[in-house]
T-cell receptor, first 114, second 113 residues
């Protein structure tokens, strides 16, 4: 079945450093990938999404490229800020599914320290 | 942006008791979902609905019922709450044309004692 793997449960970084949060997926359908971000005591919100192979998508300084050849959709940022501290979820949707069912990874907690 | 309101925001329930979590959205979205969040498990789909008066089972429906009496409202019901149902519950909605973008409510923190 469809699944998403996020290998890092916790990432701690100093402000100003680059970050990459890993996301790989398995699906037999055409993939549609998402990153959601959840700040402390808030609802998850969409950060970015893509279904186009090898095209970089960006939002709020974060970027990701869907690579179908490696089944990956890693989230990156060149310089993290304190406000980036949050829980990040990678999610996969079967693009052919009209019901919008998303399969979420376990999440990566990003902590940015001064 | 879509508005999804959950109530209550937190609840303490006793084992074996009945719990109802409510969700209300004001954007005429067709689809509504209930997710459960546990540390290390991400978000898991419990029930969902794509039209009023109809609900569907998600990935982990056991021990939960759902009710969609109108397009705006979607409830999650725990008839006999158990310790293992302690979690944070999120409601979400989505419209037909938004390419699977979910709009989440603020969540309900449920503790079953």
């Amino acid at each position: 079945g469809d699944s998403v793997t996020q290998t890092e449960g916790l990432v701690t970084l100093t402000k100003g450093l680059p970050v990459m949060l890993n996301c790989t997926y398995q699906t037999t359908y055409s993939p549609f990938l998402f990153w959601y971000v959840q700040h402390l005591n808030e609802a998850p919100k969409l950060l970015l999404k893509s279904s186009t192979d090898n095209k970089r998508t960006e939002h709020q300084g974060f970027y990701a490229t869907l690579h179908k050849s490696s089944s990956s959709f890693h989230l990156q940022k060149s310089s993290v800020q304190l406000s980036d501290s949050a829980l990040y979820f990678c999610a996969l949707s079967d693009r052919g599914s009209a019901l919008g069912r998303l399969h979420f990874g376990a999440g990566t907690q990003l902590i940015v320290i001064p | 942006e879509a508005a999804v309101t959950q109530s209550p925001r937190s609840k303490v329930a006793v084992t074996g008791g009945k719990v109802t979590l409510s969700c209300h959205q004001t954007n005429n979205h067709d689809y509504m979902y209930w997710y459960r969040q546990d540390t290390g498990h991400g978000l898991r789909l419990i029930h969902y609905s794509y039209v009023a008066d109809s609900t569907e089972k998600g990935d982990i429906p056991d021990g939960y019922k759902a009710s969609r009496p109108s397009q705006e409202n979607f409830s999650l019901i725990l008839e006999l709450a158990s310790l293992s149902q302690t979690a944070v519950y999120f409601c979400a909605s989505r419209d037909w044309g938004s390419q699977n973008t979910l709009y989440f409510g603020a969540g309900t923190r449920l503790s079953v004692l």
